[in-house]
């Protein structure tokens, strides 16, 4: 892929996460419902696209991740961040991930 490709691709990305967060925090309950329900089949596909893209094969290699010459043995830090947004991002609330995750980077 190209740089300028890669750039448009990112953008629009991008774009898209900042218009749902905009949704989620500034719409009414009954915009967000629509969007939601639109919108998070999709979201739960792609997740499960990029992890099935970086499950483990049968030497518990990452495929993605991996070259010939540097296997990257799982989980990887797409797994990695999967279980930080998805399931450690559960238990706390939204103040409290955030803050850990400004306290990691
Ligand atoms: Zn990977």
């Avoid at 483990?56 to 830090?77: E, Y």
Wanted: proline share 5%; aromatic share 8%.
């Amino acid at each position: 892929m190209d740089r300028v490709l890669g750039e448009v691709l990112r953008a629009a990305v991008w774009d898209r996460l900042h218009s749902l967060e905009e949704v989620a925090n500034c719409a009414d309950d009954d915009s967000v419902l629509v969007v939601v329900r639109s919108e998070l089949p999709r979201l739960v596909a792609g997740w499960r696209a990029v992890l099935a893209d970086h499950s483990p094969d049968i030497r518990g290699h990452c495929p993605a991740c991996s070259s010939f010459w540097r296997p990257w043995v799982a989980p990887c830090t797409v797994w990695l961040s999967a279980y930080k947004h998805l399931v450690y991002a559960e238990s706390l609330s939204s103040e409290q991930f955030e803050e850990s995750a400004a306290s990691r980077s």
